[in-house]
């Protein structure tokens, strides 16, 4: 335990802990820029610049690990000039024209020179404008914005193993973009949205959809209606004042209520329907010796992988839609009927952690009428707090609603599908009470939850054992996929979720999103399990009742046609 000093404050903290850790520790802030607490440390950015008395030169505090009798000053006059120095710099090459950016308020930058009382700059603009790429509908990159931190090329890298983005060229030239500067369309890019989840400023970006799903609320010929998906309730509170992991399935209702939606649904009812039909896909390829692993389908920045990197392995895709997807498709054919509202007068509008959601809802596929989408618009977790705070709602006080029926009945099973294991522990509840023809004893899985990158589990079906597993984050999917194509996965059912965490970690869920903040989600996850009174998705009578009066059985001609899809690459 080296004892040190920092701000003449005396201080012990543990072997090989770094300065900037050792401050943050003892509540010592220490602004930086490149630093994100679960990616590599890159000292790229020098933000975090320290200086330690009788040493010549700065040094960086978030790759300089503290010594015995260290004595540190963060902000002496030659650490904060430099500093200054740098930020200033840094928002010469910067298109700071904040309120026009979508980080305006939230961008770590503009905190920054804030905190620095950097109020005019002493060096002029050198920033060449580049052009900005939307081509997709999911991720915008505006290179105008980007100070080269490389967390999005780390996060890229190391956490998905995809390796989008890289930089090229050298000093004042030197870009972050992708190979060839080509757009994102077109390289492998699976739209996570887990470089948008770690940039400190606002050069990579959600496509913002407010102005579209605004418009629509307006327009009197449209019956506009809202599903929210299961990690939403975990962390929208975090955007509006509320402690991390605060659960607001209620105001969360009523704030949509608010902003003018005219129903208001929760797609943890097609999360247990998902059950039902992946469970029953499960069942029959062990029964008929189909192929095996089947792998879970819900996540489209996974769906996206393996499009674009091993579209050998689609037959080891469920063929189950998304619960946003299968929603979508009920909206627009049973709702539509059972309303009796024509479906292109149903706008479809889904609350999502995720930005590659917003491209599975224009898959040319998710269409019941082979011409309007199924989910008309996408918004994250973020976009929603950005509608509320428009409006003025105090979500705080809101009084708290209940979702509208048939959505109203809901299973725990499906709302932990939010959280990495959930969807297979999920699966698990139905599928083995099923085959076994009786109840569980215990219904819950703790070896396919928390936050390892790969869980595996062994569970007893029939006298008989099979081995499932849960991966988080395309890396860890990789090692699972080359098991599979090598012949030696011992796996017959496997979850996989692209974000850390699965969708509590989402690409586009509040920002600050660490590991740290994703348990205390997954925590309230699970409570929300707990809480509600039916914990298996085939005990949800509302389900059962939507197969006895439109769908048939699981996968009848009609549940096909809806509720499942195919792959191309
Ligand atoms: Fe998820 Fe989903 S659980 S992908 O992680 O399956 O985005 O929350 O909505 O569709 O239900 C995200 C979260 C969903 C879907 C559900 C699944
Ligand atoms: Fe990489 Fe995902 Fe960002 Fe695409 S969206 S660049 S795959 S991190």
């Known amino acids: 335990?080296?004892?040190?000093?920092?701000?003449?404050?005396?201080?012990?903290?543990?072997?090989?802990?770094?300065?900037?850790?050792?401050?943050?520790?003892?509540?010592?802030?220490?602004?930086?820029?490149?630093?994100?607490?679960?990616?590599?440390?890159?000292?790229?950015?020098?933000?975090?610049?320290?200086?330690?008395?009788?040493?010549?030169?700065?040094?960086?505090?978030?790759?300089?690990?503290?010594?015995?009798?260290?004595?540190?000053?963060?902000?002496?006059?030659?650490?904060?000039?430099?500093?200054?120095?740098?930020?200033?710099?840094?928002?010469?090459?910067?298109?700071?024209?904040?309120?026009?950016?979508?980080?305006?308020?939230?961008?770590?930058?503009?905190?920054?020179?804030?905190?620095?009382?950097?109020?005019?700059?002493?060096?002029?603009?050198?920033?060449?404008?580049?052009?900005?790429?939307?081509?997709?509908?999911?991720?915008?990159?505006?290179?105008?914005?980007?100070?080269?931190?490389?967390?999005?090329?780390?996060?890229?890298?190391?956490?998905?193993?995809?390796?989008?983005?890289?930089?090229?060229?050298?000093?004042?030239?030197?870009?972050?973009?992708?190979?060839?500067?080509?757009?994102?369309?077109?390289?492998?890019?699976?739209?996570?949205?887990?470089?948008?989840?770690?940039?400190?400023?606002?050069?990579i970006h959600e496509k913002d959809d407010t102005d579209r799903v605004w418009s629509a609320i307006h327009d009197t010929n449209k019956h506009v209606i809202v599903q929210v998906a299961p990690a939403i309730r975990v962390s929208l509170g975090e955007e509006l004042n509320l402690s991390f992991g605060s659960i607001v399935t209620g105001k969360l209702i009523a704030a949509l209520k608010m902003l003018g939606f005219t129903k208001v649904f929760d797609t943890n009812f097609t999360a247990d329907l998902t059950i039902i039909e992946e469970g029953h896909e499960l069942i029959d390829r062990i029964k008929k010796g189909d192929t095996l692993p089947m792998f879970t389908s819900c996540c489209p920045g996974w769906i996206n992988y393996v499009e674009q990197k091993h579209p050998d392995m689609f037959k080891h895709l469920s063929t189950c839609k998304s619960p946003q997807q299968m929603f979508g498709a009920l909206a627009k054919s049973y709702y539509s009927q059972r309303e009796n509202i024509k479906p292109e007068d149903i706008y479809v509008v889904s609350i999502m952690p995720c930005t590659a959601k917003k491209y599975e809802a224009q898959r040319t596929e998710m269409s019941v009428n082979g011409i309007d989408p199924d989910v008309d618009a996408v918004l994250t977790t973020r976009e929603l707090a950005k509608m509320i705070k428009q409006m003025g709602i105090d979500f705080n006080s809101l009084r708290e609603m209940r979702f509208d029926k048939p959505d109203e009945v809901t299973s725990g099973a499906a709302a932990i599908f939010g959280a990495t294991g959930g969807v297979m522990e999920a699966a698990l509840r139905t599928v083995i009470e099923i085959l076994d023809e009786k109840p569980l004893d215990s219904i819950e899985f703790d070896k396919v939850r928390g936050m390892g990158g790969i869980k595996e589990a062994g569970v007893t079906?029939?006298?008989?054992?099979?081995?499932?597993?849960?991966?988080?984050?395309?890396?860890?999917?990789?090692?699972?996929?080359?098991?599979?194509?090598?012949?030696?996965?011992?796996?017959?059912?496997?979850?996989?979720?692209?974000?850390?965490?699965?969708?509590?970690?989402?690409?586009?869920?509040?920002?600050?999103?660490?590991?740290?903040?994703?348990?205390?989600?997954?925590?309230?996850?699970?409570?929300?399990?707990?809480?509600?009174?039916?914990?298996?998705?085939?005990?949800?009578?509302?389900?059962?009742?939507?197969?006895?009066?439109?769908?048939?059985?699981?996968?009848?001609?009609?549940?096909?046609?809806?509720?499942?899809?195919?792959?191309?690459?």
Do not use: W
């Open 1 to 203: 335990m080296p004892n040190l000093k920092i701000n003449n404050v005396n201080i012990s903290v543990s072997e090989g802990s770094t300065i900037l850790n050792a401050a943050k520790q003892n509540n010592i802030n220490i602004p930086t820029l490149c630093y994100y607490p679960d990616l590599n440390i890159k000292s790229d950015c020098r933000i975090c610049v320290v200086e330690i008395v009788g040493q010549k030169g700065l040094v960086t505090s978030c790759s300089t690990v503290v010594k015995e009798g260290m004595q540190i000053l963060t902000n002496s006059p030659r650490a904060l000039n430099a500093r200054k120095t740098i930020t200033e710099l840094i928002l010469a090459n910067h298109d700071a024209n904040c309120t026009s950016c979508v980080r305006n308020m939230k961008c770590e930058l503009q905190k920054l020179a804030n905190t620095l009382g950097i109020d005019h700059n002493r060096f002029p603009s050198v920033l060449e404008k580049l052009p900005i790429d939307d081509s997709n509908p999911s991720i915008v990159r505006d290179p105008n914005r980007c100070i080269k931190c490389g967390r999005c090329i780390d996060v890229c890298k190391t956490v998905q193993g995809i390796s989008v983005l890289d930089t090229m060229g050298r000093g004042h030239d030197m870009q972050v973009t992708t190979a060839y500067h080509k757009l994102l369309s077109d390289v492998v890019c699976t739209y996570c949205g887990q470089c948008a989840a770690v940039c400190p400023v606002g050069a």
């Open 461 to 569: 079906i029939k006298g008989e054992t099979i081995k499932v597993a849960v991966a988080q984050t395309l890396s860890n999917a990789e090692i699972l996929i080359q098991q599979v194509k090598a012949g030696t996965s011992p796996y017959t059912f496997i979850e996989i979720m692209a974000c850390p965490g699965g969708c509590v970690g989402g690409g586009g869920q509040p920002y600050g999103t660490t590991h740290q903040v994703s348990i205390e989600r997954i925590h309230a996850i699970y409570q929300v399990d707990r809480l509600t009174s039916i914990r298996k998705s085939h005990d949800n009578a509302a389900v059962s009742n939507l197969y006895e009066h439109y769908l048939g059985a699981p996968h009848s001609e009609k549940a096909h046609h809806l509720l499942h899809t195919h792959y191309t690459n």
